[in-house]
């Protein structure tokens, strides 16, 4: 079954929108956290971002505590944060770029220039029990740098499919890069995420990506549940992922 993890970032950024630094405000992303689990979601996914404009310390450290499921701590390999992810041990870490220098031009992490030191922090994380993931594009050479650097998963960028849904012809590139980044990472023993972008309209068009284990979602789901609520927009999101067939 495709398993669904709720990205809270976009709950946090409401709130910082009025509360900047006061330590407290609304909306509260432990509450929505809880709210999503209750709703059948498999796992809370939150990016402790270097400038914190959204997710701060201490929402990891509460989600940390509360998540039943599965928290994913998306972060930066930047040392403060690693020391962080070491000492709250989030179930699974997944690396993505925050500066140019560590972006492919596809936008995901550029792990083949960065091999040795994402497989140092990889083995770090992994030697805490933590699980890692490397979020990249759907490139040849960035699935084989992936498996090279020792990651139990990639997380396949969906960036650019969302970008060019509108247009068949792009669309259908951006789905066949998917598909054959996900079957080479599957036949290099990696296991196979995707995320960003991805909405109640493109979500159905994944059943032409085999293999994949996890979908992470935050925009659309934070954005459909200030229509319906958070529980009805992640109970309409995994209703649409349960038709995919892997
Ligand atoms: N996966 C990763 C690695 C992300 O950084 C993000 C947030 O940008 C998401 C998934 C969720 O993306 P979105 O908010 O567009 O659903």
Redesign the pocket.
């Known amino acids: 079954m495709l398993k669904l993890?709720v990205?809270i970032?976009?709950v946090a950024t409401l709130r910082e929108a009025r509360y900047r630094g006061r330590g407290f405000g609304e909306p509260d992303p432990i509450e929505a956290a809880r709210m999503c689990e209750a709703a059948g979601a498999h796992g809370v996914?939150a990016?402790l971002r270097e400038d914190r404009r959204h997710i701060q310390d201490r929402d990891i450290r509460k989600l940390r505590e509360i998540v039943t499921t599965r928290l994913n701590l998306?972060m930066a390999n930047a040392p403060e944060i690693v020391t962080l992810a070491l000492e709250l041990k989030p179930d699974i870490v997944?690396m993505?770029p925050e500066r140019r220098q560590e972006v492919t031009t596809e936008g995901g992490l550029d792990v083949a220039a960065h091999l040795l030191a994402l497989a140092t922090t990889r083995q770090r994380l992994n030697d805490a029990g933590i699980e890692v993931s490397f979020?990249i594009a759907p490139d040849a050479a960035q699935v084989e740098a992936a498996a090279k650097a020792g990651a139990q998963f990639i997380?396949l960028?969906t960036?650019a499919l969302?970008e060019h849904f509108s247009e068949p012809a792009q669309r259908e590139g951006e789905l066949a890069r998917l598909a054959a980044a996900a079957r080479q990472a599957h036949e290099l023993g990696l296991r196979v995420?995707a995320?960003?972008?991805?909405?109640y309209g493109n979500l159905p068009f994944l059943r032409h990506v085999p293999h994949l284990v996890e979908l992470?979602?935050?925009?659309?789901?934070?954005s459909r549940a200030v229509a319906v609520g958070l529980p009805a927009a992640v109970k309409e999101m995994l209703e649409l992922m349960q038709d995919y067939q892997g």
């Open positions: 993890g990205n970032d976009h996914t990016h998306e997944c993505v979020f997380e960028h960036g969302a995420n995320g960003h972008g991805l909405n992470n979602i935050g925009h659309s789901i934070v």
